[in-house]
Protein backbone atom coordinates (compact mmCIF):
# COMPACT_ATOMS: atom_id res chain seq x y z
CA UNK A 1 0.00 0.00 0.00
CA UNK A 2 1.06 3.72 -0.60
CA UNK A 3 0.69 6.79 0.90
CA UNK A 4 1.61 10.22 -0.23
CA UNK A 5 2.07 13.43 2.12
CA UNK A 6 0.26 16.43 0.52
CA UNK A 7 2.31 18.88 -1.89
CA UNK A 8 2.57 22.49 -1.12
CA UNK A 9 1.77 23.49 -4.29
CA UNK A 10 -0.27 22.33 -7.44
CA UNK A 11 2.44 20.89 -9.74
CA UNK A 12 -0.41 18.20 -10.80
CA UNK A 13 -4.16 19.30 -11.05
CA UNK A 14 -6.43 16.92 -8.47
CA UNK A 15 -7.66 13.99 -10.37
CA UNK A 16 -10.83 13.53 -11.15
CA UNK A 17 -13.45 12.11 -8.41
CA UNK A 18 -14.31 8.63 -10.54
CA UNK A 19 -17.08 7.56 -8.40
CA UNK A 20 -20.10 8.89 -5.70
CA UNK A 21 -18.05 8.94 -2.45
CA UNK A 22 -21.34 9.53 -0.67
CA UNK A 23 -22.86 6.97 -2.51
CA UNK A 24 -20.39 4.60 -1.89
CA UNK A 25 -19.51 5.56 2.26
CA UNK A 26 -23.29 4.60 2.54
CA UNK A 27 -22.65 1.36 0.79
CA UNK A 28 -20.22 0.89 3.54
CA UNK A 29 -21.81 1.61 6.35
CA UNK A 30 -24.51 -0.57 5.28
CA UNK A 31 -21.89 -3.42 4.39
CA UNK A 32 -20.82 -2.53 8.27
CA UNK A 33 -24.26 -2.31 9.68
CA UNK A 34 -25.39 -6.08 8.61
CA UNK A 35 -22.67 -7.64 11.26
CA UNK A 36 -23.94 -7.50 14.72
CA UNK A 37 -21.66 -4.74 17.09
CA UNK A 38 -19.83 -8.04 18.98
CA UNK A 39 -18.94 -9.01 15.52
CA UNK A 40 -17.73 -5.05 14.08
CA UNK A 41 -15.57 -5.42 18.02
CA UNK A 42 -13.83 -8.38 17.64
CA UNK A 43 -12.78 -7.41 13.95
CA UNK A 44 -11.83 -4.13 15.23
CA UNK A 45 -9.75 -5.98 17.97
CA UNK A 46 -8.30 -8.23 15.90
CA UNK A 47 -6.64 -5.76 13.72
CA UNK A 48 -5.59 -3.16 16.31
CA UNK A 49 -3.63 -5.91 17.71
CA UNK A 50 -2.44 -8.03 14.62
CA UNK A 51 -1.62 -4.96 12.35
CA UNK A 52 1.88 -5.56 12.38
CA UNK A 53 1.65 -9.25 12.01
CA UNK A 54 -0.79 -8.60 9.14
CA UNK A 55 1.46 -6.20 7.08
CA UNK A 56 4.35 -9.11 7.39
CA UNK A 57 2.85 -11.58 6.40
CA UNK A 58 1.31 -9.49 2.80
CA UNK A 59 4.83 -8.72 2.21
CA UNK A 60 6.27 -12.00 3.18
CA UNK A 61 3.96 -13.43 0.57
CA UNK A 62 4.40 -11.30 -1.97
CA UNK A 63 8.11 -11.00 -1.57
CA UNK A 64 8.29 -14.97 -1.75
CA UNK A 65 5.48 -16.01 -4.01
CA UNK A 66 5.46 -13.57 -6.89
CA UNK A 67 9.20 -13.13 -8.16
CA UNK A 68 7.29 -9.90 -10.48
CA UNK A 69 7.12 -8.29 -6.56
CA UNK A 70 11.14 -8.15 -6.33
CA UNK A 71 10.90 -5.66 -9.51
CA UNK A 72 8.93 -3.26 -8.32
CA UNK A 73 9.38 -3.33 -4.51
CA UNK A 74 12.72 -3.17 -2.55
CA UNK A 75 13.43 -5.13 0.84
CA UNK A 76 14.50 -1.47 2.22
CA UNK A 77 11.73 -0.03 0.93
CA UNK A 78 9.09 -2.61 2.45
CA UNK A 79 10.57 -1.94 6.05
CA UNK A 80 11.08 1.23 6.07
CA UNK A 81 8.00 2.47 4.99
CA UNK A 82 5.65 0.27 3.39
CA UNK A 83 4.69 -2.37 5.96
CA UNK A 84 3.97 0.72 8.31
CA UNK A 85 2.10 2.37 5.74
CA UNK A 86 0.13 -0.76 5.50
CA UNK A 87 -0.32 -1.02 9.25
CA UNK A 88 -2.13 2.88 8.78
CA UNK A 89 -4.32 1.31 6.34
CA UNK A 90 -5.80 -1.68 8.21
CA UNK A 91 -6.49 0.73 11.23
CA UNK A 92 -8.40 2.83 8.80
CA UNK A 93 -9.82 -0.17 7.48
CA UNK A 94 -11.77 -0.77 10.72
CA UNK A 95 -11.87 2.50 12.57
CA UNK A 96 -13.77 3.88 9.68
CA UNK A 97 -17.14 3.72 11.22
CA UNK A 98 -19.06 7.38 10.36
CA UNK A 99 -19.37 10.09 8.57
CA UNK A 100 -16.08 11.94 7.51
CA UNK A 101 -14.01 9.21 8.51
CA UNK A 102 -15.65 6.33 6.14
CA UNK A 103 -15.65 9.25 3.18
CA UNK A 104 -11.94 9.87 3.61
CA UNK A 105 -10.99 6.30 3.93
CA UNK A 106 -12.98 5.52 0.26
CA UNK A 107 -11.33 8.74 -1.16
CA UNK A 108 -7.88 7.31 -0.46
CA UNK A 109 -8.62 4.08 -1.94
CA UNK A 110 -9.34 5.56 -5.04
CA UNK A 111 -5.74 7.61 -4.36
CA UNK A 112 -4.35 4.72 -4.11
CA UNK A 113 -5.00 2.80 -6.64
CA UNK A 114 -4.09 5.78 -8.98
CA UNK A 115 -0.70 5.65 -7.57
CA UNK A 116 -0.62 2.01 -8.29
CA UNK A 117 -1.41 2.68 -11.74
CA UNK A 118 1.15 5.85 -12.05
CA UNK A 119 4.04 3.90 -10.45
CA UNK A 120 3.31 0.94 -12.60
CA UNK A 121 2.67 -1.73 -10.02
CA UNK A 122 0.10 -4.34 -11.65
CA UNK A 123 -3.09 -5.07 -9.94
CA UNK A 124 -2.94 -8.69 -9.50
CA UNK A 125 -0.01 -7.85 -7.21
CA UNK A 126 -2.32 -5.93 -5.23
CA UNK A 127 -4.98 -8.27 -5.22
CA UNK A 128 -2.56 -11.35 -4.18
CA UNK A 129 -1.76 -8.97 -1.11
CA UNK A 130 -5.07 -8.77 -0.36
CA UNK A 131 -5.51 -12.53 -0.48
CA UNK A 132 -2.82 -12.89 1.73
CA UNK A 133 -4.65 -10.46 4.57
CA UNK A 134 -7.70 -12.49 4.58
CA UNK A 135 -5.27 -16.05 4.84
CA UNK A 136 -4.48 -14.61 7.77
CA UNK A 137 -7.76 -13.21 9.24
CA UNK A 138 -9.63 -17.21 8.20
CA UNK A 139 -6.52 -18.80 10.26
CA UNK A 140 -4.55 -19.59 6.94
CA UNK A 141 -1.22 -17.93 7.78
CA UNK A 142 -0.18 -16.81 11.13
CA UNK A 143 -3.25 -17.47 13.57
CA UNK A 144 -3.61 -14.77 16.09
CA UNK A 145 -5.81 -16.88 18.78
CA UNK A 146 -6.49 -20.65 19.61
CA UNK A 147 -9.77 -20.79 20.53
CA UNK A 148 -12.53 -18.95 18.55
CA UNK A 149 -15.67 -16.84 20.14
CA UNK A 150 -18.88 -16.98 18.89
CA UNK A 151 -18.55 -13.59 17.10
CA UNK A 152 -15.17 -14.41 15.61
CA UNK A 153 -16.95 -15.86 12.16
CA UNK A 154 -19.18 -13.26 11.55
CA UNK A 155 -16.14 -10.68 12.12
CA UNK A 156 -13.72 -12.98 9.89
CA UNK A 157 -16.73 -11.89 7.13
CA UNK A 158 -16.68 -8.66 7.65
CA UNK A 159 -13.07 -7.96 7.32
CA UNK A 160 -12.59 -9.50 4.61
CA UNK A 161 -15.71 -7.89 2.62
CA UNK A 162 -14.42 -4.78 3.86
CA UNK A 163 -11.21 -5.57 2.00
CA UNK A 164 -12.84 -6.63 -0.90
CA UNK A 165 -14.71 -3.67 -0.91
CA UNK A 166 -11.30 -1.40 -0.63
CA UNK A 167 -10.02 -3.51 -3.78
CA UNK A 168 -13.04 -2.83 -5.88
CA UNK A 169 -12.47 0.67 -5.20
CA UNK A 170 -9.06 0.61 -6.02
CA UNK A 171 -8.99 -1.32 -9.18
CA UNK A 172 -11.81 1.34 -10.10
CA UNK A 173 -9.40 4.00 -9.81
CA UNK A 174 -6.76 2.13 -11.33
CA UNK A 175 -8.47 1.02 -14.59
CA UNK A 176 -9.46 4.76 -15.17
CA UNK A 177 -5.97 6.15 -14.95
CA UNK A 178 -4.81 3.32 -16.52
CA UNK A 179 -6.90 3.51 -19.58
CA UNK A 180 -6.44 7.66 -19.27
CA UNK A 181 -2.71 7.25 -19.37
CA UNK A 182 -3.08 5.15 -22.17
CA UNK A 183 -4.66 7.67 -24.32
CA UNK A 184 -2.00 9.92 -23.24
CA UNK A 185 0.70 8.16 -24.42
CA UNK A 186 -0.55 7.10 -27.76
CA UNK A 187 -2.39 11.43 -28.40
CA UNK A 188 2.15 12.12 -27.25
CA UNK A 189 3.09 9.53 -29.80
CA UNK A 190 1.31 10.79 -32.03
CA UNK A 191 1.82 14.48 -31.08
CA UNK A 192 5.54 13.89 -31.38
CA UNK A 193 5.75 12.37 -34.89
CA UNK A 194 3.54 14.93 -36.12
CA UNK A 195 4.80 18.13 -34.19
CA UNK A 196 7.41 20.39 -35.66
CA UNK A 197 8.08 17.65 -38.47
CA UNK A 198 10.52 19.51 -40.97
CA UNK A 199 11.83 21.51 -38.59
CA UNK A 200 12.74 17.91 -36.13
CA UNK A 201 14.09 16.58 -39.35
CA UNK A 202 16.48 18.84 -39.99
CA UNK A 203 17.63 19.49 -36.50
CA UNK A 204 18.57 16.06 -36.09
CA UNK A 205 20.12 15.88 -39.61
CA UNK A 206 22.27 18.99 -38.62
CA UNK A 207 23.23 17.29 -35.30
CA UNK A 208 24.36 13.70 -36.92
CA UNK A 209 25.96 16.14 -39.29
CA UNK A 210 27.85 18.21 -36.70
CA UNK A 211 29.19 14.96 -34.73
CA UNK A 212 30.56 13.97 -37.80
CA UNK A 213 32.16 16.95 -38.65
CA UNK A 214 33.86 16.75 -35.27
CA UNK A 215 34.96 13.41 -35.49
CA UNK A 216 36.45 13.88 -39.25
CA UNK A 217 38.24 17.07 -38.14
CA UNK A 218 39.50 15.42 -34.09
CA UNK A 219 41.13 12.80 -36.79
CA UNK A 220 42.42 14.63 -39.66
CA UNK A 221 44.62 16.84 -37.11
CA UNK A 222 45.25 13.65 -34.91
CA UNK A 223 44.47 12.88 -31.51
CA UNK A 224 46.23 11.79 -28.36
CA UNK A 225 46.74 8.22 -28.72
CA UNK A 226 44.21 6.82 -26.23
CA UNK A 227 42.10 9.40 -26.34
CA UNK A 228 38.55 8.22 -27.93
CA UNK A 229 36.22 10.48 -29.73
CA UNK A 230 33.08 11.87 -28.53
CA UNK A 231 30.72 8.89 -28.35
CA UNK A 232 27.83 9.08 -31.14
CA UNK A 233 25.10 8.23 -28.21
CA UNK A 234 26.40 11.23 -25.99
CA UNK A 235 25.98 13.88 -28.35
CA UNK A 236 23.09 16.24 -29.38
CA UNK A 237 21.48 13.53 -32.21
CA UNK A 238 22.15 10.27 -29.70
CA UNK A 239 20.31 11.67 -26.86
CA UNK A 240 17.38 13.06 -28.97
CA UNK A 241 17.06 9.29 -30.74
CA UNK A 242 17.36 7.65 -27.11
CA UNK A 243 14.82 9.40 -25.31
CA UNK A 244 12.56 11.23 -27.52
CA UNK A 245 13.27 9.77 -30.69
CA UNK A 246 12.58 6.20 -29.18
CA UNK A 247 9.21 7.16 -27.90
CA UNK A 248 8.01 8.70 -30.42
CA UNK A 249 8.78 5.77 -32.83
CA UNK A 250 8.72 3.05 -30.44
CA UNK A 251 6.85 0.54 -32.58
CA UNK A 252 9.77 1.36 -35.72
CA UNK A 253 12.12 -1.15 -36.83
CA UNK A 254 14.27 1.69 -38.30
CA UNK A 255 14.43 2.42 -34.09
CA UNK A 256 16.31 -0.21 -33.60
CA UNK A 257 18.77 -0.05 -36.39
CA UNK A 258 19.60 3.31 -35.83
CA UNK A 259 20.66 2.12 -31.94
CA UNK A 260 22.48 -0.64 -33.39
CA UNK A 261 24.82 1.60 -35.99
CA UNK A 262 25.30 4.18 -33.22
CA UNK A 263 26.37 1.12 -30.58
CA UNK A 264 28.91 -0.49 -33.41
CA UNK A 265 30.27 2.78 -33.80
CA UNK A 266 30.50 3.74 -29.99
CA UNK A 267 31.74 0.43 -29.06
CA UNK A 268 33.82 -1.24 -32.23
CA UNK A 269 35.04 1.77 -34.42
CA UNK A 270 35.58 4.99 -32.01
CA UNK A 271 38.16 2.36 -30.20
CA UNK A 272 40.35 1.21 -32.71
CA UNK A 273 40.22 5.03 -34.08
CA UNK A 274 41.86 5.57 -30.23
CA UNK A 275 44.26 3.24 -30.38
CA UNK A 276 45.17 3.19 -33.86
CA UNK A 277 44.12 6.39 -34.91
CA UNK A 278 46.95 8.71 -34.56
CA UNK A 279 49.60 6.83 -36.54
CA UNK A 280 47.96 7.17 -40.38
CA UNK A 281 47.75 5.25 -42.45
CA UNK A 282 45.25 2.55 -44.21
CA UNK A 283 43.87 1.41 -41.23
CA UNK A 284 42.80 5.14 -40.38
CA UNK A 285 41.40 5.54 -43.52
CA UNK A 286 39.26 2.08 -43.08
CA UNK A 287 37.81 3.09 -39.76
CA UNK A 288 37.02 6.75 -41.12
CA UNK A 289 35.19 4.57 -43.82
CA UNK A 290 33.25 2.70 -41.44
CA UNK A 291 32.26 5.56 -39.47
CA UNK A 292 30.77 7.24 -42.72
CA UNK A 293 29.26 4.26 -43.67
CA UNK A 294 27.30 3.62 -40.88
CA UNK A 295 26.45 7.04 -40.78
CA UNK A 296 24.93 7.27 -44.39
CA UNK A 297 22.97 4.18 -42.52
CA UNK A 298 21.68 5.85 -39.94
CA UNK A 299 20.59 8.72 -42.25
CA UNK A 300 19.07 7.12 -44.36
CA UNK A 301 16.86 5.43 -41.51
CA UNK A 302 16.31 9.06 -39.88
CA UNK A 303 14.38 10.04 -42.99
CA UNK A 304 12.11 7.29 -43.37
CA UNK A 305 10.99 7.66 -39.73
CA UNK A 306 10.06 11.09 -40.48
CA UNK A 307 8.98 10.99 -44.18
CA UNK A 308 4.81 11.51 -44.17
CA UNK A 309 3.98 13.11 -40.76
CA UNK A 310 2.10 16.56 -40.81
CA UNK A 311 2.31 19.12 -38.09
CA UNK A 312 -0.66 19.12 -35.41
CA UNK A 313 -0.80 21.65 -32.71
CA UNK A 314 -2.50 19.31 -29.96
CA UNK A 315 -0.25 19.05 -26.67
CA UNK A 316 1.50 22.38 -27.33
CA UNK A 317 1.03 25.39 -25.16
CA UNK A 318 -0.46 27.98 -27.48
CA UNK A 319 1.68 31.22 -26.17
CA UNK A 320 4.60 29.51 -25.67
CA UNK A 321 4.94 26.60 -27.69
CA UNK A 322 6.10 24.67 -25.31
CA UNK A 323 4.66 21.59 -24.28
CA UNK A 324 1.76 21.70 -22.13
CA UNK A 325 0.83 19.22 -18.87
CA UNK A 326 -1.31 17.43 -21.29
CA UNK A 327 1.76 15.10 -21.50
CA UNK A 328 3.77 15.45 -18.14
CA UNK A 329 2.73 12.35 -17.11
CA UNK A 330 3.59 10.43 -20.00
CA UNK A 331 7.20 11.67 -20.01
CA UNK A 332 7.56 11.70 -16.77
CA UNK A 333 6.31 8.19 -16.31
CA UNK A 334 8.62 7.07 -19.12
CA UNK A 335 11.44 8.94 -17.60
CA UNK A 336 11.59 6.71 -14.80
CA UNK A 337 10.96 3.23 -16.92
CA UNK A 338 13.70 4.43 -18.74
CA UNK A 339 16.00 5.17 -15.48
CA UNK A 340 15.18 2.45 -13.59
CA UNK A 341 15.78 -0.16 -16.69
CA UNK A 342 18.63 1.62 -17.97
CA UNK A 343 20.89 2.80 -14.28
CA UNK A 344 20.77 6.56 -15.61
CA UNK A 345 19.07 9.01 -13.88
CA UNK A 346 17.44 12.64 -14.79
CA UNK A 347 16.35 16.09 -12.97
CA UNK A 348 13.93 18.44 -12.75
CA UNK A 349 14.03 22.49 -13.06
CA UNK A 350 11.10 23.91 -11.92
CA UNK A 351 11.61 27.47 -13.10
CA UNK A 352 9.17 30.26 -12.00
CA UNK A 353 9.07 33.98 -13.88
CA UNK A 354 10.14 36.38 -10.32
CA UNK A 355 7.69 39.67 -9.65
CA UNK A 356 5.24 38.67 -12.51
CA UNK A 357 2.72 40.10 -11.56
CA UNK A 358 4.14 43.46 -11.11
CA UNK A 359 4.61 43.02 -15.12
CA UNK A 360 0.92 42.70 -15.69
CA UNK A 361 -0.31 45.39 -13.54
CA UNK A 362 2.63 47.91 -14.92
CA UNK A 363 2.40 46.66 -18.49
CA UNK A 364 -1.00 44.92 -18.90
CA UNK A 365 -1.56 41.09 -19.48
CA UNK A 366 -0.42 41.16 -23.23
CA UNK A 367 2.82 42.64 -22.22
CA UNK A 368 3.18 39.83 -19.35
CA UNK A 369 2.55 37.58 -22.59
CA UNK A 370 5.30 38.73 -24.69
CA UNK A 371 7.56 38.59 -21.62
CA UNK A 372 6.39 34.64 -21.16
CA UNK A 373 6.96 33.91 -24.89
CA UNK A 374 10.61 35.80 -24.11
CA UNK A 375 11.39 33.50 -21.28
CA UNK A 376 9.71 29.89 -23.17
CA UNK A 377 12.69 31.23 -26.05
CA UNK A 378 15.76 31.53 -23.41
CA UNK A 379 14.41 27.87 -21.40
CA UNK A 380 14.34 26.48 -25.43
CA UNK A 381 18.19 27.68 -26.19
CA UNK A 382 19.39 26.63 -23.18
CA UNK A 383 18.55 23.49 -22.61
CA UNK A 384 19.58 20.11 -25.51
CA UNK A 385 16.91 19.34 -28.38
CA UNK A 386 16.64 15.70 -26.23
CA UNK A 387 15.13 17.45 -22.82
CA UNK A 388 11.63 18.60 -22.63
CA UNK A 389 10.38 22.46 -21.75
CA UNK A 390 6.79 22.55 -20.38
CA UNK A 391 4.68 25.13 -19.89
CA UNK A 392 2.70 24.31 -16.51
CA UNK A 393 0.47 27.77 -16.71
CA UNK A 394 0.62 31.46 -15.80
CA UNK A 395 4.42 31.97 -15.03
CA UNK A 396 5.59 28.80 -14.14
CA UNK A 397 7.53 26.29 -16.45
CA UNK A 398 9.02 22.86 -15.87
CA UNK A 399 12.18 21.43 -17.82
CA UNK A 400 13.23 17.92 -17.66
CA UNK A 401 17.23 17.17 -18.51
CA UNK A 402 17.30 13.79 -19.92
CA UNK A 403 20.56 12.10 -18.84
CA UNK A 404 22.85 14.02 -16.71
CA UNK A 405 23.96 14.13 -13.12
CA UNK A 406 23.53 16.95 -10.64
CA UNK A 407 26.67 18.84 -11.93
CA UNK A 408 25.50 18.75 -15.48
CA UNK A 409 22.05 19.85 -14.42
CA UNK A 410 23.00 22.85 -12.27
CA UNK A 411 25.37 24.12 -15.11
CA UNK A 412 22.13 24.25 -17.33
CA UNK A 413 20.16 25.27 -14.49
CA UNK A 414 22.48 28.71 -14.22
CA UNK A 415 22.45 28.98 -17.79
CA UNK A 416 18.83 29.17 -18.03
CA UNK A 417 18.92 32.06 -15.10
CA UNK A 418 21.74 33.95 -16.54
CA UNK A 419 20.23 33.82 -19.91
CA UNK A 420 16.79 35.43 -18.94
CA UNK A 421 18.58 37.95 -16.19
CA UNK A 422 20.89 39.49 -19.21
CA UNK A 423 18.03 39.87 -21.35
CA UNK A 424 16.39 42.60 -22.18
CA UNK A 425 12.66 41.78 -22.67
CA UNK A 426 11.02 44.35 -25.11
CA UNK A 427 7.06 44.76 -23.58
CA UNK A 428 6.19 48.08 -25.53
CA UNK A 429 7.73 49.36 -28.72
CA UNK A 430 9.38 51.51 -26.83
CA UNK A 431 10.05 49.70 -23.48
CA UNK A 432 12.28 47.60 -22.18
CA UNK A 433 12.71 45.15 -18.91
CA UNK A 434 14.74 42.99 -16.92
CA UNK A 435 13.12 40.11 -15.44
CA UNK A 436 14.42 37.17 -13.39
CA UNK A 437 13.46 33.34 -12.07
CA UNK A 438 13.53 31.46 -9.19
CA UNK A 439 14.71 27.38 -10.46
CA UNK A 440 14.01 24.59 -8.27
CA UNK A 441 16.42 21.77 -9.14
CA UNK A 442 16.19 18.04 -8.25
CA UNK A 443 17.58 14.86 -9.48
CA UNK A 444 15.32 11.51 -9.75
CA UNK A 445 16.77 9.24 -6.76
CA UNK A 446 15.17 6.17 -7.54
CA UNK A 447 11.28 6.49 -6.13
CA UNK A 448 8.99 5.16 -8.81
CA UNK A 449 6.23 7.52 -8.14
CA UNK A 450 7.33 10.85 -10.40
CA UNK A 451 5.41 12.29 -8.33
CA UNK A 452 7.49 12.74 -5.51
CA UNK A 453 10.33 14.09 -8.02
CA UNK A 454 7.54 16.97 -8.54
CA UNK A 455 7.12 17.82 -5.15
CA UNK A 456 10.89 18.04 -4.10
CA UNK A 457 11.60 19.76 -6.71
CA UNK A 458 8.41 22.58 -5.72
CA UNK A 459 9.89 22.64 -2.36
CA UNK A 460 13.19 23.65 -3.70
CA UNK A 461 11.36 25.97 -6.03
CA UNK A 462 10.17 27.97 -2.81
CA UNK A 463 13.46 27.77 -1.27
CA UNK A 464 14.92 29.62 -3.76
CA UNK A 465 11.95 32.19 -3.61
CA UNK A 466 12.18 32.52 0.49
CA UNK A 467 15.84 33.08 0.40
CA UNK A 468 15.52 35.94 -1.92
CA UNK A 469 14.93 35.19 -5.73
CA UNK A 470 16.76 35.36 -9.14
CA UNK A 471 19.04 31.74 -7.75
CA UNK A 472 18.92 28.31 -8.20
CA UNK A 473 18.40 26.00 -5.37
CA UNK A 474 19.08 22.47 -5.60
CA UNK A 475 16.55 19.90 -2.83
CA UNK A 476 18.45 18.04 -0.14
Known amino acids: MHCEQASPKRTTPPEMNIFDVPAQATRWKTLRNRYPA ?3 HWSKQLVLNNARLMAEHFYTVLMTENELAHVFLEKAQVEGQLKHSLEEWLVELVSAEEGDAIADFLSKQAHVGEVHARVGIPMHLVLNGAQALKEFINGTGSRPEKRTPPEAEQGRLLLSSLIDRSMELMALSY ?3 HDRRERSDEAFRLYSITSDI ?5 SQRAALLDWENRFM ?4 IGRSEGVEPQPLAGSDFGLWIRFKGAQTFENSPEIGLILSSIEGIDQQILPRCAHGGGTGGEDRMIHLRAVREQLQEITYHLDTLFSGAEEVESGRDALTRLL ?3 FLDT ?10 TSGSSFALLSVDVDWFKGVNDAYGHGAGDTVLQQVAQCLVGAI ?3 DYAFRLGGEEFLVLLVDTDLSRAGIIAEKIRRRIEARKHQVTDTDEISVSVSIGLCMHEGHPDYRTDLRRVDK ?7 EGRNRVVVDS
Open 38 to 40: AAR
Open 175 to 177: GHY
Open 198 to 202: SQERA
Open 217 to 220: FEQA
Open 324 to 326: NRK
Open 331 to 340: VLGKMVQYAR
Open 384 to 386: RSA
Open 460 to 466: ALYRAKR
